[in-house]
């Protein structure tokens, strides 16, 4: 099992470009896909963005493609989001997720392991 704690989420003004990182606990981090989703009040968790174990592949959701990316340090054990150009509609608490030698994947069911969660606030 991995355990994930995310941090860097906060007010951000709109336009702003906040960075979140996922620290993983385990040594098998380096064969894990990661994934970001996010989910804001009254919506349905959304995926935003997943790079493959191996880092040589990455996906994203339409919503963020474009301004979002992932980015991993193995040696660090650690995941990254970078998010430029916020909006208020990215306003939603980031989860970071593994998945044990898996293909990229946006399904949420996929990812086996999950963080806490970190709140980001966009304000206009």
């Known amino acids: 099992q991995v355990q994930l704690v995310e941090s860097g989420g906060g007010l951000v003004q709109a336009a702003g470009s906040p960075r979140l990182s996922c620290a993983a606990s385990a040594r098998t981090f380096s064969s894990s896909t990661m994934g970001w989703f996010r989910h804001a009040p009254g919506k349905e968790r959304e995926f935003v963005a997943a790079?493959?174990?191996?880092?040589?592949?990455?996906d994203y959701g339409n919503s963020v493609k474009g301004r979002f990316t992932i980015s991993r340090d193995n040696a660090k054990n650690t995941v990254y989001l970078q998010m430029n150009d916020l909006r208020p509609e990215d306003t939603a608490v980031y989860y970071c997720?593994?998945?044990?030698?898996?293909?990229?994947?946006?399904?949420?069911?996929?990812?086996?392991?999950w963080g806490q969660g970190t709140q980001v606030t966009v304000s206009s």
């Open positions: 997720a593994a998945r044990s030698l898996g293909l990229l994947s946006q399904n949420a069911k996929n990812y086996g392991d």
């Open positions: 790079m493959h174990w191996s880092g040589g592949s990455t």
